[in-house]
Structure formats: C-alpha cells, structure tokens
C-alpha cells in the first residue's frame, strides 16, 4: 500500500459545483495533514492545515478520520480559479510524504 | 517579508557530474526541507533540515547530501548524476517544523543529458 493515495482524476466540474477529494495514508502514527494546491509549472502552495475536528477556510472544508486514516477537501461554489493540482500531504515520524495530486478541471 | 529562493532557476548537467543547490529559507523560518518532482508526479521528499541539523530522511541514496547554514539557507547537492535525477528540485521553509506547513521556492529544473 502507497504511504498516501489520491484520485489522480482529472475531476472536470462545473463552475458553482461541489467538489470532493479524498486521501488516504497507511502509517497510522502520522501527526500532521496538509491540503497543498499546485499550479501548472508552479510551485506547491499550502492551502490549509487539517485537524481532527475538521477545518473551515471560506469556501474549503478539510476533515481528518484517524479511525480510516482518510483526509478530505471539500470546495464549495467552485471558480475556475480552483482549477490547480491538490496534493495531500502527511507527517509521518520524520518524512514529508506528498500524495501524487488530484486535477481538478472547473469548466465555464 | 522574502520568501524561499532557490538557485539557479535552470541547469544542465552531463551524466556523472556533481551539481550543488541553493536555498535561501523564508524570514523567521529556522527548518528547510527539499523535494525531488518528476513531470506528472507529487514531490518525493530528500530530506529535512531543522537547526543545521539533518532531522528527517525520504528514500534517496547517499549520493543526495545536503547542508543548512547557521543563517538557515540550505544546499542540496547530487553526486554521480544520473538521467533520472533530471527533475524539479524544490525547497521549501517552516518557522518550526513540518507541523507548521512549508512555504515553497519555485525550484530549480535540473536535466541531466
């Protein structure tokens, strides 16, 4: 089992939808979960932290379920802005580990 | 506030050369990691620096060494070159560990011919 697994997608979604992305990670002492985005040809940028009792930031929702050892992103009224790469990100002991990302497409 | 630089933005390298990395870490940011990111793929993580200290390794041979200064900028240095080190090498900084999130540089692309 991969250490941190993601849809790679492309998920193609309509301007003003809901879009969800799921993560998984197998190392079950793992301390900190990010959501990072990336641009095409750009660095990664962090977008939000996750903590256990999940995490508003405007329009994204992140959650953490240490029993299933899941993280998820939620955006809400999607922009063609969100287009981008979202990677997950885990702090297992001493490692960073990045999932491969999720393109996301939002179409006009 | 300055953000994480890297240099230089671009290089070319000949198989079985040594090339050197540079890293200037974010103000405040006391922690530096760096990452290895292939056309299509998630950053693999090298190693993470905390304090001139190495604090954290990824699964990357020894030929990959690195080093973090007293004022928190960082090399990443590569020995024996290989085609498939040609990559996006990014370097990213935090006030304090991986806990806090990273701030990232907007990396250096290597090609090896």
């Known amino acids: 089992r991969k250490e941190v697994e993601q849809d790679p997608g492309p998920f193609n979604v309509p301007e003003g939808a809901t879009v969800a992305f799921n993560c998984t990670y197998s190392?079950?002492?793992?301390?900190?979960f990010f959501w990072y985005r990336q641009d095409c040809r750009k660095e990664p940028k962090l977008l939000m932290s996750v903590y256990s009792s999940g995490n508003e930031d405007g329009r994204f929702t992140a959650q953490l379920n240490r029993a299933s050892q899941y993280i998820s992103l939620l955006i809400r009224d999607s922009k063609l802005s969100d287009s981008a790469t979202y990677l997950c990100v885990v702090n297992p002991d001493d490692k960073i580990i990045f999932g491969k990302g999720t393109r996301l497409h939002i179409l006009p | 506030e300055t953000g994480v630089t890297q240099s230089p933005t671009h290089l070319i390298k000949t198989r079985g050369q040594q090339v050197t990395l540079r890293c200037s870490s974010q103000?405040?940011?006391?922690?530096v990691s760096w990452y290895q990111q292939a056309l299509g793929q998630g950053p693999q993580f090298i190693f993470q620096?905390?304090?001139?200290?190495?604090?954290g390794r990824g699964n990357f041979p020894p030929r990959f060494s690195g080093l973090q200064f007293p004022n928190y900028s960082s090399e990443l240095n590569v020995n024996a070159l290989e085609l498939d080190d040609s990559a996006l090498y990014l370097c990213a900084s935090s006030p304090g560990g991986a806990s806090y999130g990273y701030t990232f540089g907007s990396g250096t692309r290597l090609t090896v011919v």
């Open positions: 103000s405040g940011h006391n922690t």
């Open positions: 620096y905390y304090r001139e200290e190495e604090n």
């Open positions: 190392n079950s002492a793992s301390q900190s």
